[in-house]
């Protein structure tokens, strides 16, 4: 039988071989600035062409501390009452922004045919933990408040996000069935999200070096966000999540985060929550950002809206 736990894409180990030789230097060695040039850098080399939408406006919306940039998609120039899905971006909690993501962004609001509203959440280290999931949440509780300048009257929340943005999502739909916003989740899309410890989980370890994301990098990123374990927002699985809301939640094969997104799939799915997991033998960690330089992750991100679509139908709003 083949090895599936340590299957490689040929066009992952052709991605991976070409950054070995570019010799580029971990996130971990670089001051923040330059971590953050560094996966914008990285994105325009490796990211797939944006598609053209009707509507691509910044926003703000009110935050804990001042006005929270926004980016709101729709590929249809106006829209009547209907879903709303929130973007939480990825990069540790301290290198992602809203252009980084701006590509995938206009993938998953074409593809679903809803409104999208990218949050800008503040970084650590300067807003170190909790700034992150409370701007996501003040964020979120906006959208669900229909506010004029969205122009598209939301009925139901679809928060989303990947790496980091996936841990804010879960956290987000946490706080949110804790205490309801003025219109529901319908569900949850956490992709390769961190949800409990990772440095517990074997892939953690079988993946610590070569494929993208360290275990020196995720080092870094946790000393820069400066979170609490024992606090919720930091670790959601440590929540009650009796009522946790149907969730899509995808992982990658040879990711260090995988165990702890499938851990958290089996935790869902024991608790009798509606469950769509999906594992993507043989790519890694970010493959949602790379879809031009790894041609297989769009195949990937269009399973992923697939099932996205399948729960929407389920859950409608």
């Known amino acids: 039988m083949a090895d599936t736990e340590h299957y490689v894409r040929d066009d992952v180990r052709g991605f991976l071989a070409m950054l070995e030789q570019l010799g580029r230097p971990g996130v971990e060695e670089l001051p923040v600035a330059e971590g953050r040039q560094g996966m914008a850098v990285l994105g325009q080399m490796a990211e797939a062409d944006p598609k053209e939408l009707a509507v691509v406006r910044d926003l703000t919306c009110p935050g804990p501390a001042g006005d929270i940039p926004l980016r709101l998609y729709d590929r249809r120039d106006s829209r009547d009452a209907g879903p709303v899905i929130l973007f939480f971006h990825g ?18 609001a074409w593809q679903m045919d809803l409104p999208l509203v990218s949050v800008d959440y503040r970084l650590a280290p300067e807003a170190p933990f909790p700034a992150a999931p409370d701007d996501c949440e003040a964020a979120a509780r906006w959208v669900a408040s229909n506010p004029a300048p969205l ?43 961190v949800a409990d410890d990772v440095t517990r989980h074997r892939s953690f370890h079988d993946f610590a070096e070569g494929f ?75 493959f949602a950002t790379l879809r031009k330089a790894l041609p297989s992750a769009q195949d990937d991100l269009d399973a992923l809206i697939a099932a996205m679509k399948l729960m929407a139908g389920r859950h409608k709003r």
């Open 212 to 286: 993208l994301l360290t275990r020196k990098a995720m080092a870094w990123f946790t000393e820069q966000y400066a979170g609490d374990p024992e606090d919720a927002r930091h670790t959601p699985m440590i929540a009650d999540c009796a009522n946790t809301p149907p969730t899509v939640l995808c992982t990658a094969g040879l990711d260090p985060l995988r165990d702890s997104g499938r851990n958290y799939a089996a935790h869902l799915i024991q608790q009798g929550t509606d469950v769509v997991y999906l594992e993507f033998a043989g790519t890694i960690h970010g």
């Open 151 to 193: 122009e598209r009257p939301c009925t139901g929340l679809i928060p989303m996000g990947d790496s980091a943005g996936g841990n804010l999502t879960i956290v987000t739909t946490n706080q949110l069935c804790a205490r309801p916003a003025e219109v529901p989740v319908l569900f949850q899309v956490p992709i390769y999200p």
């Open 91 to 108: 990069g540790g909690f301290v290198i992602g922004d809203l252009d980084i993501y701006h590509s995938l962004c206009t993938e998953i």
